[in-house]
């Protein structure tokens, strides 16, 4: 994701698939995701910092709803979804503190 006139948007074109343990935290997930990015496009900084994201652009670190620290299968369980299907989003942290006052609370 990337901020755009004060707002979050998704950067269509950019997917990278990722391979990771289902018992996986946010922290861990976010640091391949930045080291895979960086692999395979030459435009991406792997030296920014970054934030993993939900699709609605709210941080990863509870599993939503709850208190819950997030590990890929618990998310997974709670979205109901397949593995092949979850999707998760990296955003540079100062196009996160520029675009996010426009996320639901």
Do not use: W
Request: glycine share 6%; proline share 4%; net charge neutral.
């Amino acid at each position: 994701m990337h901020e755009v006139n004060g707002q979050l948007r998704r950067l269509r074109g950019e997917i990278v698939i990722l391979t990771v343990d289902p018992t996986a935290l946010a922290d861990q997930i976010l640091h391949l995701a930045v080291q895979k990015h960086a692999a395979c496009n030459c435009m991406f900084s792997a030296n920014d910092t970054y934030k993993l994201l939900y699709p609605d652009g709210q941080p990863v670190i509870h599993i939503p709803g709850t208190t819950d620290l997030f590990t890929l299968s618990a998310y997974r369980s709670f979205i109901g979804k397949s593995y092949q299907k979850l999707i998760l989003f990296i955003c540079n942290e100062v196009d996160y503190a520029e675009g996010k006052q426009t996320l639901c609370s």
